[in-house]
């Protein structure tokens, strides 16, 4: 293994080859990694890779900082490959193409763009300037923020944990599992005439979908958590923006597969639980009915409602979606005119115990533990409300 550290030049120049260990190293641009091992506490200024480099490089970067990263490989080639795993850095200007393996470990990225067949994998951290291109994937993990992120249509995300998308757009397949049609620029579909990709969601800050959290707390115990808030205030915000988005992904055109925000208790193919979310906390009997579906508790389902298929009871939700909301001018979404009354008017009970007190009327329903993992989905909303503080 080949040592360097703090080093004002290395042998090779500023190609590093073999297996390595680098500590305190600053290096200047057109730096080639053509090895494996481990780069600590170091300052890199450009790193370069030629598109027709044949090799396996498996490189650990640690608290350092990297300007620019430019990296290729030949995928065709056998046993080449290129892997980075990022810990506690942070990154600008990176680009990484077909056969590049990219994670991240809480570390923060400026312009990120992931060209065919590279990956990137985030646990913790944020990622700013996000574009994912052709058949890239993008995965996060635990407590990370994207913001203004973009996904091709033929590319994957897949978004779990403690996660928080400011000003996206997110197309492809993934948590959401969208199909896309072949044509996915439909002439016509905006307002002004011009074409949008199906599945896109703008979002201008952190949407909730917790209900386990918000069916397994007091009234009291959210009061004193949120400094005083009203609660009213509080959920039918929650509702609106949910909404909102549910409305955006429908009008797309595109095929949601699933959305589910419960996936630890609803164990059906094809949840889209995300998009009803808003009439469960409105209190709504048909959103009822489809959470308790999906998390197989269909005997707590009235009689009234057992024989209808879920079909049947997404027709009635996607419904009230267009019921409820409406296009602007500048062709985003909007809740009616006639729901924001009902709403106001309706504020009396927009409490998790009023809502439980609903569901439980409805239904015969008391443990609320089926709507999620309920210490998990406290922990999101609670650190959710520490970032806007």
Known sequence: MTTHEKPSGLPDGNLLTGDVAVSGCSFGDDVQLHCSGEIINSSLGKVSQPSNFQ??????????????VQVASDATAEGSGITLDLKNSNASGVTVHDGVKLTLHNSNVESLTLHSGATYSGFGGDAHKVTLMDSSSLSTFGDVQLDSCTVSPKSEFTLSGNFSILRATLVGEGSFKIDDPADYFRAGDSVFGGGVKPATVGTSGEVWYVPSAFLSMSDEELRVGTAGKRIDDLLSSNIAQTLIRSA???????HIQEFCIAPSVHLEDG????????FLIGGDPLAIVYFLWQ???????????RFLSVRQIEDGLRRLVAERTERTFGGTYMLTGDYVTAISWDRARLTPESVRSRITEFCGLEDFSSFGDVELSK???WASLEMDS
């Open 248 to 254: 955006s992904l429908l009008a797309t055109g595109a």
């Open 55 to 68: 090799g396996a490089v498996d490189v650990h970067i640690e608290d350092s900082s990297i300007d620019s």
């Open 295 to 305: 998390a197989g508790l269909r005997s707590a389902i009235p009689t009234a409602y």
């Open 379 to 381: 922990e999101r909303f």
């Open 271 to 278: 949840c889209r639980c995300g998009l009803y979310y808003p």
